[in-house]
């Protein structure tokens, strides 16, 4: 890391993620000169932990982000939308987790183990955007075999975890199934259909070509990241009921043959995978080994029989941190490194 401090924010700071902003921050020993925390009005006066120091929750607005040099935002589309150019306009950098900025073409859209150089692109409107938490985990892995043999296709279902949606949706699992291990009747205020021992193709809104905007995302972010549209990419995204880590099946076409033990000694020497692929002793990626840890799990990585040059993989990540905070923290910190 750099040896230069920087005046770091936190914008949305209460919330779930931005509460695991602040903790991937201190764990990572993020070199910080002064720290803010900022949300929206009816949070102020709160305090929140960091390093052992109690620091106050500060309500965010356009004149926020004065003296900032990094600030990270976790606060909804609608508030990036709004306060993001205005920390811009005072010479912050802008990393930010909502949709709001990622299919911006002036916007850098990253992963940092896959493509940290586009980062430099952050000059022309200050604002970097973090993919979608379903994203960043499949281009992991994806990137070491794009980079020796290309991609042509990639078939991808997701089993999403309920934290992807909020505590409300965590809550509401919760609930529903106390409720009906209790033979009581459940509420379902969240999701349109009960979620306690369910599984919902749906997550987002369906657009007029039959896919959810979630499906949408995974499509449009996969080839931007990678700057290559010929990539093919269709995908099925479902909610599951899991409090935390996202689960994908991934089916990939490359352009050259790859083996699936070659598959294998490449993500083993790649950075931010962890290879969990011994079948045979029921050793595979599990939502409950993935929560709360940075790495992204591959297992099950076999030959797609069916075609001459397929893969098929299992992939699974802690939304919440790989997904959303801990993608964010390793930007600022390339940032500082880097370019400020």
């Known amino acids: 890391m750099s040896e230069k401090k920087m005046n770091v924010a936190v914008a949305g700071a209460t919330g779930a993620v931005g509460n695991q902003m602040i903790t991937c921050l201190e764990e990572r020993n993020f070199p910080i000169k002064s720290l803010k925390f900022l949300a929206s009005k009816r949070s102020v006066g709160r305090e929140l932990r960091f390093k052992g120091d109690m620091i106050p929750v500060e309500e965010l607005t356009e004149d926020s982000f004065k003296g900032v040099d990094i600030a990270i935002f976790s606060a909804g589309g609608s508030t990036s939308e709004k306060f993001a150019p205005c920390a811009a306009k005072d010479g912050c950098v802008v990393v930010d987790n909502s949709s709001a900025w990622r299919m911006d073409p002036d916007v850098p859209l990253i992963v940092p183990e896959v493509n940290p150089h586009a980062i430099a692109g952050h000059t022309k409107k200050g604002i970097i955007a973090n993919p979608n938490c379903s994203t960043i985990q499949m281009v992991v892995p994806l990137k070491p075999i794009y980079d020796k043999c290309g991609i042509r296709r990639i078939v991808v279902s997701t089993y999403q975890a309920v934290s992807g949606t909020g505590k409300k949706a965590i809550d509401e699992l919760f609930d529903q199934t106390r409720a009906m291990l209790n033979f009581l009747d459940y509420k379902k205020n969240v999701y349109p259909h009960r979620i306690a021992f369910n599984c919902l193709p749906h997550i987002d809104k369906f657009l007029d070509n039959g896919y959810t905007k979630e499906e949408m995302k995974m499509v449009n972010e996969t080839r931007k990241i990678f700057e290559d549209d010929s990539i093919g990419v269709t995908a099925t995204t479902v909610r599951v009921p899991v409090f935390y880590a996202h689960s994908e099946s991934v ?19 790649a950075p931010g995978i962890k290879v ?16 709360g840890q940075d790495m992204t799990l591959v297992g099950r990585i076999r030959d797609d029989e ?27 910190e390339i940032l500082a490194k880097k370019y400020l």
């Open 306 to 332: 069916s075609i001459p040059n397929g893969i098929n993989m299992w992939i699974v990540a802690d939304n919440i941190r790989k997904g959303a905070a801990t993608n964010a923290v390793q930007i600022a």
């Open 276 to 291: 969990t692929d011994d079948p045979e002793n029921n050793v595979y990626p599990l939502a409950t080994d993935a929560a």
């Open 251 to 269: 089916n990939i076409e490359t352009k050259e043959h790859i083996s699936a033990k070659e598959v294998i000694s490449l993500l083993e020497n």
